[in-house]
């Protein structure tokens, strides 16, 4: 019987573990996810213009969705929307660095004038855990911007 109560134990401890890992993960948004909301971006951008651009900074808005959120860049280094912090609207960041030292944006708007999709690494804050975390930035040029929207890799 105490063997029998050991095992129902054991197998709970283990479900429990399972579900809270799901549950972390269901907390992140995937690179897939990411990729289908830069072309929802995209789509929005040709649709609407430069009004788009104040939907994607609205925090909660159709464009947030977890730690997912789209930031458009000029090909300057200007930042045009931002879903995780509207204060960097209207800021050239290209001479921003992430914590490794890193010329992220810079690097960013290079591969954009290249005219084709791509995945960026970097480190960038984290608005779950508030620290800088490794993350993959998903990016479509689109005339003189590139549309991003990135996943944190933990």
């Known amino acids: 019987m105490l063997m029998r109560t050991l095992k129902v134990l054991a197998v709970a401890a283990i479900g429990a573990v ?3 890992s799901s549950a972390g993960a269901a907390e992140r948004a995937t ?3 990411a990729m289908a909301m830069v072309k929802k971006a995209v789509a929005a951008i040709k649709a609407n213009g430069d009004k788009a651009y104040a939907d994607f900074t609205k925090k909660g ?3 947030t969705d977890r730690d997912l959120y789209i930031v458009v860049y000029k090909t300057d280094g200007v930042v045009l929307a931002h879903g995780q912090n509207e204060t960097l609207v209207g800021k ?3 001479d921003a660095k ?3 030292g890193k010329a992220f944006v810079q690097e ?3 591969l954009a ?6 995945w960026q690494d970097y480190k960038f804050m984290d608005p779950l855990t508030k620290k800088p975390e490794p993350k993959q930035m998903y990016c479509e040029p689109l005339n003189d911007t590139a549309v991003c929207g990135g996943v944190y890799k933990l």
């Open 18 to 20: 399972i579900a809270a």
């Open 31 to 33: 690179k897939d996810e």
């Open 92 to 94: 050239n960041l290209s």
């Open 98 to 100: 992430d914590p490794d």
């Open 113 to 118: 004038k290249k005219g084709q999709p791509f």
């Open 61 to 63: 808005g159709p464009f």
């Open 108 to 110: 960013r708007i290079d």
